[in-house]
């Protein structure tokens, strides 16, 4: 079964470009990645970048004047209701729209009648299933995930209207280091203590309480988004089941050999967490090294001059010309006397500094990687600000030391903490990436010739020295009498500590009471866990109906920026466990940025909760939300300044019907989203417009009978149900939502109110409302349920509707009899007539009123 993607800038149908993307990245990046990050752009460009948005910001010339509006009068639901009855949409119809009235009590009601409930429904045949992207359990969702919930909803709620029995899965991810960090820096402010005051379990209970207090927000936040998931299948990556599952999967690999146990370099942080900042501090320090056979000295070229106690070579490179004469040949360490091999490789860049550097594996990535390269031993030392010191003051004291000065670097800096985080030469695990990725890429010839020709994929390591998260199942075998050393350890994994134990009884051939076991301390990387999700929330590995009923997902949907991270994991798992790929097709959409093209993140932030756009938001309480963050004071300037200019009033009460149509309406597959919450305000006058529509629509209907015929205006709605269909069959909502507002405003407002035929126009109206409100409900679900509710007891039913959110979704072909090509070409005149009409009535500012002969004489 090959995996077929939906978004045709990201991927082809073929896989070829997706694989050939992955490949050349696939499982090097990691938030504690034991190979240094590659970007298309450099740590400077990026500085840069950074540096001229800054300066847009605090620019005092900027002429925008941000965002304006007026307060709407609030109208709230004041009837007495039971959370989870059905609202009474009989009481008077109120004179304007509001977001807070019409979005009472119906998310409850939904819930109640288990509309969402996959069991509930009556499709037998046709299975629609996928599961949202976990979000972190440490925060809250912000706009990005609001286009996530969007686009999702909008395809589960237009399956289910299709007879699909649709099963949409919501979870959380536990997110290791992030939760870690955030419970660490809460105990330290409360209480005064680190995590090393507490035991491993106690200090697991005060991650588990604090998940219990603030893990429920994001699920609100779901709701209050519409988000028609199946809530009692919702599962956390720490569930018990959850963490049998990826016990599972780790052992199933470890005996497959698919994982094995080696040395490698972590990046190592008290916070627990790395990324890539720019920096433009460090040393730039000249130091010789006498050679036995040569007279003079090599200047070697470094910026931690605290790492020489683990030098264990000079390199150079092989074409430059100043050192030619020095292959092979070796040095005196101006310290430990040992003789270090000058070797040539072409990693060394020839204009840095002298073009001879120094070779420490143990504290630098590529230090690493040249010792793998030439066979060369790996030295650790002291800790690094201490070794400073001591080894410049020992190379003055020597008279070796040759100077220093400013040198721009990049520095790997801890995003917690503030710290700088260090490479240590440390025991971990990995995963063969190479074998399981020839398995997914069987998908498609042509993607696993350019795959396997092309590129060249690493291998991941999934160890993260951490207490939150699914402690690794594999344990250190010690058997009585034995010498174990740290090079000679000895290992066995295991569903239990049982199991581990007889597996340890079996390959070394002993009484299982004479071994002793001590569990790795490290915790897997989130990753692993989150890459099992599509199989592992259906009850694998046991083989439940709902694993044989909805695996493989129907889709998967998801950002742009998690297809390393999260996607090709998936499928790699995925394929190797299951033996079959997690997801039939792939749908991915771009990023949301902020006005000045920043990524929404909460490091910047510059991250908007969807509930403020939905409620709305005083401008003091968005600045209230800044400082309460874990920002760099730097970055909290810059992002109160930035919401100074962009809200000076704060945020208006949109709704979420606006807010999902808004995010709807951009094109989700093209550029990235820079995102105007004054574009959100318009789509708020839009439903206003709506419902000023449905009330006139209703005050004709009281007295007025629905004739069986329609004009040949109505037969005009068959165009825009078939854009709609066409639309969501390609996943490309913006084409729905572009239909429905132009039909709405200029065919539905423009042309058909103004039908003075009323019995003719009534039956316009009440067909038109009623089919144009079903195509909306998966987008604007709120609004259009409440309005159908509405107009329920004027429809031709047989009592049993209950919810527009399961009724059918409109068809071309329940609407054949409608197809009148040659009307429907004629009638793009009349409105082309109607349009001219109403602009010469405004350009003539005329009115209802019978017009001034004076001021109009020339048309009289």
Not at 120 to 139: E, L, M, R, W
Not at 428 to 434: A, D, G, I, L
Not at 761 to 782: D, G, K, N
Request: proline share 5%; glycine share 4%; net charge positive.
């Amino acid at each position: 079964m090959a995996v077929h993607v939906a978004s045709p800038r990201i991927w082809s149908r073929d896989l070829q470009k997706a694989w050939s993307t992955w490949g050349s990245r696939l499982c090097s990046q990691s938030s504690s990645s034991t190979q240094p990050s590659h970007h298309p752009r450099t740590q400077a460009e990026k500085a840069k970048r950074r540096q001229a948005r800054e300066k847009a910001i605090l620019s005092s010339d900027v002429n925008d004047p941000g965002l304006l509006w007026s307060d709407k009068e609030k109208i709230t639901y004041t009837a007495a209701l039971v959370p989870g009855e059905k609202k009474d949409t009989t009481l008077p119809f109120p004179q304007s729209y509001s977001p807070e009235y019409v979005e009472f009590g119906w998310y409850q009601w939904w819930e109640k009648q288990g509309f969402f409930r996959s069991c509930d429904a009556h499709a037998v045949d046709k299975y629609f299933s996928f599961c949202i992207p976990p979000p972190n359990v440490t925060g809250t969702l912000h706009l990005g995930h609001a286009l996530t919930v969007a686009i999702e909803d909008a395809l589960a709620r237009w399956r289910r209207m299709q007879g699909c029995k649709v099963l949409w899965v919501p979870g959380c991810d536990h997110a290791g280091i992030a939760t870690q960090s955030v419970v660490e820096r809460k105990l330290m402010r409360e209480q005064g203590k680190c995590r090393r005051d507490y035991s491993r379990e106690e200090f697991l209970k005060q991650v588990w309480r604090w998940k219990d207090e603030k893990g429920d927000e994001i699920y609100h936040q779901l709701r209050k988004l519409g988000a028609s998931l199946d809530w009692n299948r919702a599962c956390f990556t720490m569930d018990p089941g959850f963490s049998s599952a990826v016990t599972e999967a780790f052992v199933r690999l470890c005996d497959s050999g698919l994982i094995y146990r080696s040395e490698a370099l972590v990046n190592w942080s008290c916070a627990l967490e790395w990324t890539q900042r720019s920096c433009l501090a460090g040393l730039f320090c000249l130091f010789p090294v006498i050679s036995r056979k040569w007279k003079g000295e090599v200047a070697v070229s470094t910026t931690r001059p605290e790492t020489m106690l683990g030098d264990v070579a000079i390199a150079v490179h092989p074409d430059d010309p100043r050192y030619k004469d020095l292959h092979g040949k070796h040095c005196r360490h101006p310290f430990t006397e040992c003789l270090l091999p000058i070797i040539t490789d072409s990693m060394v860049d020839v204009t840095f500094g002298t073009g001879a550097v120094k070779v420490t594996p143990a504290h630098d990535h590529t230090d690493f990687l040249l010792s793998q390269r030439h066979s060369l031993p790996r030295l650790t030392g002291v800790k690094r600000f201490d070794a400073r010191e001591r080894v410049i003051t020992a190379l003055m004291e020597r008279k070796l030391f040759r100077g220093k000065k400013e040198h721009p670097m990049s520095l790997p800096i801890c995003s917690r903490s503030g710290d700088v985080t260090e490479p240590l030469l440390k025991k971990q695990w990995f995963v063969r990436c190479q074998e399981m990725g020839r398995k997914a890429v069987q998908v498609s010839e042509r993607a696993l010739n350019v795959w396997l020709h092309q590129v060249e994929i690493i291998d991941w390591c999934i160890s993260r020295q951490l207490w939150w998260g699914h402690q690794i199942p594999a344990y250190r075998v010690t058997l009585e009498n034995s010498k174990d050393t740290e090079e000679q350890e000895q290992w066995v994994w295991g569903r239990s500590a049982a199991e581990a134990r007889q597996r340890a009884a079996v390959k070394f051939g002993v009484n299982p009471d004479a071994i002793t076991l001590t569990q790795d301390p490290d915790v897997l990387d989130t990753w692993f866990s989150s890459g099992l999700f599509p199989f592992a929330m259906l009850g694998w590995p046991q083989q439940t109906e709902d694993l044989k009923q909805f695996y493989p997902n129907s889709i998967l949907e998801t950002g742009s920026d998690l297809i390393f991270f999260w996607v090709a994991r998936m499928v790699m798992l995925g394929r190797e466990l299951t033996g079959q790929l997690p997801f039939k097709q792939v749908l991915f959409h771009s990023l949301v940025r902020d006005k000045y093209g920043r990524k929404m993140s909460k490091s910047l932030g510059n991250v908007i909760d969807p509930l403020d756009v939905i409620s709305g938001v005083s401008l003091e309480r968005l600045q209230e939300k800044v400082r309460e963050g874990n920002l760099d004071p730097r970055e909290s300037v810059v992002a109160m300044e930035a919401q100074k200019k962009d809200f000076p009033k704060g945020i208006p009460e949109c709704g979420t019907d606006a807010l999902r149509f808004a995010l709807c309406s951009y094109k989700a597959q093209g550029e990235d989203i820079s995102l105007s919450v004054s574009h959100v305000l318009s789509c708020r006058h839009f439903c206003n417009k709506m419902w000023q529509t449905v009330r006139f629509t209703l005050a004709t209907l009281h007295d007025a009978s629905l004739p069986t015929s329609l004009t040949n205006a109505a037969r005009w709605v068959r165009h825009t149900v078939q854009q709609c269909e066409r639309g969501f069959q390609s996943y490309e909502l913006h084409t729905v939502t572009s239909a429905l507002h132009s039909f709405w405003l200029h065919s539905l407002c423009d042309v058909y109110l103004v039908n003075r035929e009323k019995q003719v126009a009534v039956s316009v109206l009440y067909h038109c409302v009623s089919i144009s409100l079903a195509l909306l409900s998966p987008i604007m679900p709120f609004l259009t349920e409440e309005l159908w509710q509405r107009l329920l007891p004027y429809a031709d039913s047989d009592g049993t509707s209950r919810s527009l959110c399961v009724q059918p979704y409109p068809k071309t072909s329940q609407l054949e009899h409608w197809c009148f090509p040659k009307e429907e070409a004629d009638f793009s005149l009349v409105q082309e007539v109607v349009r001219v009409a109403r602009l010469l009535r405004a350009q003539c500012q005329l009115t209802k009123e019978r017009p001034d002969c004076e001021r109009t004489s020339s048309f009289c």
